[in-house]
């Protein structure tokens, strides 16, 4: 009996002890995994605690998402995010993505048009941030991209932006996935998000949406207004008179028993998303060539972060980017100009048949302009998952 005892007690203690050791091994960072990450990215990506890119929270009432069948994953956002930032995705080692998207201005540009590997951009560099929050599913200006997937290669395979056209001497996108094949980092990191070290064009542009839908903001005033209040119509009791009769204009049609710009009819809050049944803004030029016409242009970025949160603008407005502060914004939906020639103009913006004239005063477009400023946040300018990974 007492050898039996014995016996038991031993196997109890065996099996103990084995449960400990599992439990150590579960917690117990391995540090023979993704070598190559741990030094190239060291401080900066941690395969054993991934940032938070899937879970972010965001505010109840922000409803349109546009991710599709494309979940975001820690590990395939944080793929995309060094891909975003890699030079070597052009044909020279110069361009990223992050070159003409900056994260100093809400993933914007602050120069009129982009620098690429052969020349400039056609049009200004849209700002990324909260581009996942919007009822359009489709990318570019001229919504020439059917989903944000097809958007992300599409720059690497543009001659003058990244290089790899494939046409007229140009590397083709299949050479871009030999050169990438051949770094030690991202055999890891496909590794990481997809099980296996295979490099695709499908691959390639899951891992950069997931990082774009990530850039989300969020935490601006007219956020805590709203939060505060759960009623848009209300005056915020965060805000100043100014900013909440910039916010009454924003919202209430033209022509009405007060003052009205209408931006709500095509910038829909509180996404501020563009409606995708619009059409072009008035905005005629060509980007690269002012003496030529391109009326093409439908689509905008979201309102949201148009300032940083210091008031200074993220860089020039509109596909021509010739527009260079929100009051030269205002003056033009203000007062939009007569264009025959543009057989492509929203009808909301040439009612009767006859161009738009809110004639709002001063005052009134100071205050449309101070509502604007409050859609700024601050997280997504500092915040270190969106940043450069590559960064000394």
């Known amino acids: 009996m007492k050898k039996h005892l014995i016996l038991v007690a031993a196997a109890i203690s065996a099996i103990l002890i084995g449960g400990i050791s599992a439990c150590k091994k579960k917690t117990t960072p ?3 995994t993704y070598p190559v990450i741990r ?23 922000i409803t349109k998402d546009n991710s ?20 070597k995705l052009s044909v020279n080692n110069t361009i990223s993505c992050a070159s003409c998207h900056k994260q100093e201005f809400a993933f914007g540009d602050d ?11 056609g049009r200004h560099s849209m700002r990324l941030a909260n581009a996942r929050f919007s009822q359009e599913m489709r990318f570019f200006w001229d ?21 790899f056209s494939g046409q007229n001497g140009d590397p083709g996108l299949d050479d871009l996935i030999v050169k990438l094949t051949a770094v030690d980092y991202y055999k890891e990191l496909f590794t990481l998000a997809f099980g296996d070290p295979v490099i695709t064009e499908n691959r390639l542009q899951s891992a950069l949406s997931q990082f774009v839908r990530s850039i989300q903001s969020f935490d601006s005033k007219f956020d805590a207004g709203l939060s505060a209040t759960g009623n848009i119509n209300a005056d915020f009791s965060n805000f100043t008179n100014q900013e909440n009769q910039g916010k009454r204009i924003f919202l209430a049609p033209p022509g009405g028993p007060q003052p009205g710009a209408g931006c709500q009819g095509c910038h829909r809050a509180p996404e501020f998303d563009i409606d995708p049944a619009s059409r072009n803004n008035g ?24 300032l940083n949160s210091s008031g200074r603008s993220n860089g020039p407005f509109m596909h021509t980017g010739r527009v260079i502060d929100l009051t030269g914004v205002v003056n033009h939906y203000n007062q939009l100009p007569n264009a025959p020639a543009n057989n492509n103009l929203d009808p909301r913006l040439n009612p009767g048949g006859s161009p738009q004239n809110l004639g709002l005063n001063n005052a009134e477009k100071q205050a449309l302009v101070a509502f604007l400023a409050t859609l700024s946040g601050s997280a997504v300018y500092s915040d270190k998952k969106w940043s450069d990974p590559f960064a000394p």
Not at 40 to 56: C, E, H, R, T, V
Not at 111 to 121: D, F
Not at 153 to 163: F, L, N, S, W
């Open 39 to 61: 030094v190239m990215f060291s401080g900066k990506i941690d395969p054993d605690k991934l940032d938070n890119y899937s879970a972010q929270t965001r505010p109840a009432y």
């Open 111 to 121: 120069a009129r048009l982009s620098q690429g590997v052969n020349g400039l951009t």
């Open 283 to 306: 905005i005629i030029q060509s980007g690269s060539d002012s003496t030529k016409t391109d009326f093409t242009v439908t689509r905008s970025p979201s309102l949201r972060n148009v």
């Open 143 to 163: 919504e020439r991209a059917a989903t944000l997937e097809e958007q992300t290669t599409r720059p690497i395979q543009d001659h003058a932006e990244m290089g």
């Open 68 to 87: 599709g069948a494309t979940p975001i994953t820690n590990a395939g956002a944080t793929l995309g995010r060094v891909l975003f930032y890699d030079k």
């Open 30 to 32: 391995d540090n023979t």
